[in-house]
């Protein structure tokens, strides 16, 4: 009995609902990050999640948020480890809570927390650093040949697959291009990326061509009406990301390629075949619309992964030739070992 009694106290408490002030307090800064800080749908969502949890954590162990600490939230961090959580995602949450936390501040909000214990102080926990994994050239070109170009269908699947691998877009920007974003003459496209910023993406003839012929002629079979979207549905609307997604998946299983494919991993295909390509970094990294070149700088680490394992996979098959030219050295001449009759 003692010991059924001391694993029920330490069972995780229950998530609560949240109190009015907490709620007003999310609501006005999930307003303030829709409307000033300009973030996606998907953004604010995923904050409003992370926060309620968060929130509703500290409101069942009877905290306020005005008055919980650093203590507190390190609290919560260990117990989404527990709970098996993802290193990036944890390191996530915490970034969310922090930034909640010095809203707050911003806005003249006292926090009552105990001394040298602020939120605002708040480290992230560490997270290791992942390679991100990419496609061959034979991968990538096997990839955008799978639609069946004969349907109009096939014909935008192959320019949106064109597109993100020869241009890099992020799969919300491709769902959000507007035909007049679109410069075939010079082979540029105008992308709206992470907080309605606007840049200038090239792309080549391997895409040109597959976006002329989707405009010339499976464009005009899916629209139904006045349309401004690039990409549309067989209904005429506009096509949405997680469409595109489900699409790239079904042309990675086409065309018989081992790993999962997603738009994104094209998008690291793009960046890390620039780099093999002794692309300049800046130019890659505002190719790829990131606000800092630490972000563009894992590139350089897959490259020179890649270009050391193509060196020892040369190397390997050089010293294997070397072996066998040697053990066959000097070895008495046997009757396969004649010239053959001319």
Not at 75 to 92: H, K, Q
Not at 120 to 139: A, I, N, Q, T
Not at 220 to 248: D, E, I, W
Not at 267 to 289: C, K, M, N, P, S
Request: with cysteine.
């Amino acid at each position: 009995m003692p010991r059924t009694s001391r694993a029920r106290s330490e069972e995780p408490a229950p998530l609560a609902e949240l109190p009015p002030a907490s709620l007003a307090a999310l609501d006005a800064y999930l307003a303030q990050v829709e409307a000033v800080r300009r973030r996606s749908p998907l953004t604010v969502r995923n904050y409003r999640s992370d926060l309620t949890h968060y929130l509703s954590h500290i409101a069942a162990r009877g905290i306020d948020h005005h008055v919980a600490g650093r203590a507190d939230v390190r609290g919560y961090l260990a117990r989404l480890r527990e709970e098996g959580l993802a290193d990036a995602s944890i390191r996530r949450r915490a970034a969310t809570v922090r930034g909640f936390y010095r809203w707050l501040d911003a806005e003249g909000v006292v926090l009552q927390n105990k001394p040298g214990d602020s939120i605002l102080r708040l480290r992230y926990p560490k997270v290791g650093r992942r390679l991100p994994h990419f496609l061959s050239v034979d991968e990538a070109s096997a990839l955008v040949s799978a639609p069946d170009e004969d349907t109009p269908n096939g014909q935008r699947d192959r320019a949106i697959l064109e597109l993100l691998w020869g241009a890099g877009l992020r799969v919300s920007e491709i769902a959000s291009l507007d035909v007049v974003d679109l410069d075939l003459t010079n082979g540029q496209v105008r992308v709206t990326g992470k907080g309605d910023k606007t840049r200038i993406c090239l792309y080549g003839e391997p895409a040109r061509k597959a976006l002329r012929r989707y405009l010339d002629d499976g464009r005009p079979k899916l629209a139904t009406g006045a349309q401004t979207a690039l990409f549309l549905n067989r209904s005429g609307g506009r096509l949405t990301a997680r469409s595109v997604q489900t699409m790239v998946h079904n042309a990675g299983m086409q065309a018989a390629l081992q790993s999962r494919v997603h738009p994104h991993m094209l998008r690291h295909t793009f960046a890390t075949h620039l780099i093999e390509g002794a692309a300049d970094l800046r130019v890659v990294q505002h190719l790829l619309g990131h606000a800092s070149a630490d972000t563009t700088q894992i590139y350089t680490a897959v490259a020179h992964r890649r270009k050391s394992t193509l060196i020892s996979d040369a190397l390997g098959r050089a010293r294997s030739s070397e072996a066998a030219r040697r053990s066959g050295f000097g070895r008495p001449a046997g009757p396969s070992d004649e010239p053959a009759a001319v």
